[in-house]
């Protein structure tokens, strides 16, 4: 019963989260499992403690022991086992119950101290240490799944503290009665009764951490399940703000015909006005004429010389005034008596623009009422497109912000799921922002989907879909995904498509990864690009390793110290040795001129 066999290796660093977890989970399986054990097996069949003081009493006489001197039940068992040759048939069964006493006592003291050691262990170095929501990586973003957990972890965090706290002082009480093993018989209903309680205290210390193992394994799920959210709210966005910037289109080409309409409207005013002033203009003088023709011929004088000073106050400069005023002048001094002739025509055709003023003027209330109606309604087109442009730009930052989340949620996902990070934390704890990881499937992505070309089709039937999607429904994808790129076609063709189909077999996806797209190509004998993104992955991993851009003398370099920080006989002849095996002649008489150089 070594409880502490799983923390043999404490020093270690952890292989993965996974181990952590399943390290976790068995310590909490062995501490139910060890205190179910004990509540159904030591709980029952106590015997008679009152009797058990005889017992021992006659057992340390026959001994010639003093039964003061025995503190615990560890001292009994030494008495026992020294007086079985000794022991009579008359305290046979006091002596088995006493057995079976310092049994329950050997075993409760595993579990209380053994088992809860291994608790704290496992719940301070490993499920808190490690199991983490990395909220810190958000920046801010409010990320449903990431808070939820965060907030698990804080209220688990407490309830365990609470938990471990309740059995500490159960434990503290029960040491009280092992002073003395008299003590602690005379008190031994008691004391079974703080053992019953200690062990279900135990089990509740155990149920908050198996919820936090358990949330911790779904914890990448559920946030790969809120990218999923946020990237269908993305396209939903972009289909609303298709809609909108559609309508706003329209609304423009509307405002751009009616301002032309308006513009229109505004030149056959002008127009049908200087038309009006023009026949105006043409009764004011058939006017002048029929009341100089209306006139006396006596006041002609008088009348050539209010003529002349009409002609001098005149408003128009047209020439058609000017001449006429200047004719006029000209006939009334010379055939005035013509001018009487005329007036009856002059009657008519003075009634005659009149009407045609009255048909201008109805006209001109009707282009008038035209053009208000006109400008209400440029007015009220603009006023939407304003609104139509602020929604498509509340729209642009609402996409905006849904790509901060997915790319933090991205973050947190790459970090929670990488092997190293286990390691990064070991060796420096986790500091927020200075764990970074590019993402490695993205990139596979970019590679894939300019290799396969056009047989992303291909590509998207072999990959695995977990919750499983059957042929009918991968058939549907693919005519959506065809069909949205052939509405919106970036110039790219097959490579688009293929890059389509993989972005969205990584979103219905919960087991797209790394692994499952290279099984995928492998299946589709595409083993030059399997080669390309194994050869990318791991230039990509050794640069990222060696940051002063010497690539792999960085590496060379970082495995020879670690060689002489771990291997007391790294020496020079060990490593000319070594070079020679690998028939590197050449660094060899390198190294060997180096030296004698040095040793001149």
Known sequence: MDGSRAFRKIDQIPASVEAIRRTVMGVIHAVEGETDIFLQRYLTEIGTPENWAKAITLMCKHLEKDPDTLDDYKDLFQVMQRYRTNQDSARLTEITQLRRMVERGKMFEYIAHSLRNDLVIAYDRYLKKYCLSFLPEAKGQDLQSVRDYENKIIEWKEDVQKRFDAVDKLLDESDEYRNSLINYISHYEHVLSLMEDTCKAMLRVCQPMKKWCTADASYPRRVQEEINIYNRRKMDLRDVSKELEYERDQLNLKLRRREFFIVKLERMIYEVRSRKRFYKRRELELKEHQDKVEADISRKKRDLDEVKSKFQNRKSNSPSVYNYLSDLIESLRGDIWTLEKKTDALTKQANALKHKQFEIQKEVDWLTGEF?????????????????????????????????????????????????????????????????????????????????????????????????????????????????LRRAPDGHGFTSLAMKSLEKWRRLSTIASLPELVSALKKMKKRDT????????????NLRRAPDGHGFTSLAMKSLEKWRRLSTIASLPELVSALKKMKKRDTVRKIQTEMRALSL
């Open 530 to 541: 399997v080669r390309k993104i194994q050869t990318e992955m791991l230039i990509d991993r």
């Open 372 to 484: 208000d109606a006109s400008n209400s309604m440029r007015d009220k087109a603009l006023e939407k497109l304003t609104k139509q442009e602020e929604a498509i730009s509340l729209i642009a930052e609402d996409a905006i912000g849904l790509d901060g989340k997915i790319r933090a949620l991205k973050v947190i996902r790459e970090i929670k799921l990488h092997s190293s990070t286990v390691k990064k934390i070991y060796h420096f704890g986790y500091n927020p922002g200075r764990i970074e990881y590019k993402d490695e499937l993205d990139t596979a992505f970019k590679i894939t989907a300019r290799d396969v070309g056009k047989d992303w089709v291909w590509l998207y039937r072999q990959l695995p879909f977990k919750p499983p999607r059957d042929s009918i429904v991968r058939n549907m994808d693919i005519e959506v995904i065809d069909r949205n």
